[in-house]
């Protein structure tokens, strides 16, 4: 493979891991009962809709179809990807159900 080519690899598959992240995170907020475009808009108040968001919703299925996804799990990979304001919300998601 040339530099490009293998360049071209590293971003698809950037593209889609950030793609897994978000489907991990709709599909977490579904099976706990949360909306997560309200969650990213508290996140994000300034962006518009997150049409990478509105595919992975497209993805997700019922929370008795799903496999369970960690509390951790979530926060971690939403960390991993810079999306710490996101980790925030959720994390305060978290802990009102918590108390």
């Given amino acids: 493979m040339d530099k490009k080519a293998i360049e071209e690899q590293v971003i698809e598959n950037y593209q889609n891991d950030e793609k897994m992240m978000i ?3 709709a599909q977490w907020c579904v099976n706990n009962g949360l909306d997560p475009e309200e969650l990213y808009r508290d996140a994000y108040p300034g962006q518009l809709k997150n049409p990478a968001l509105a595919e992975a919703l497209a993805l997700t299925v019922p929370k008795n179809e799903a496999e ?10 939403l960390q991993l990807f810079g999306n710490d304001d996101l980790a925030f919300v959720v994390q305060a998601e978290i802990a009102k159900r918590s108390s």
């Fill in 23 to 25: 489907l991990i995170f």
């Fill in 68 to 77: 369970e996804i960690s509390d951790q799990i979530v926060i971690d990979v």
